[in-house]
């Protein structure tokens, strides 16, 4: 989990550096999920919601030899 938490950090780090939006990629859509879910209990999605405005999409999976989209933090706070 200590990986998942440092993931966590950076992107919201990044957050403040880029001024548009970002797309987050992971392996597989179970991988997504467990991530999604432990960022939501440890307060990683709140920290990069005060950043950026999150948004994800678990119905409409687009692959491209992998899952693609997973998170999508838009480049303003809504």
Not at 26 to 43: A, D, I, L, M, Q
């Amino acid at each position: 989990m200590l990986q998942l938490d440092e993931l966590g950090r950076l992107l919201t780090n990044v957050c403040n550096i880029v001024p548009g939006g970002l797309i987050a990629f992971f392996p597989s859509y179970e991988y997504e999920k467990f991530v999604y879910t432990h960022w939501e209990n440890s307060g990683v999605l709140a920290r990069l919601g005060t950043k950026k405005k999150v948004g994800y999409n678990w119905s409409n999976v687009f692959y491209v030899g992998m899952v693609f989209v997973f998170l999508v933090l838009l480049s303003t706070k809504c």
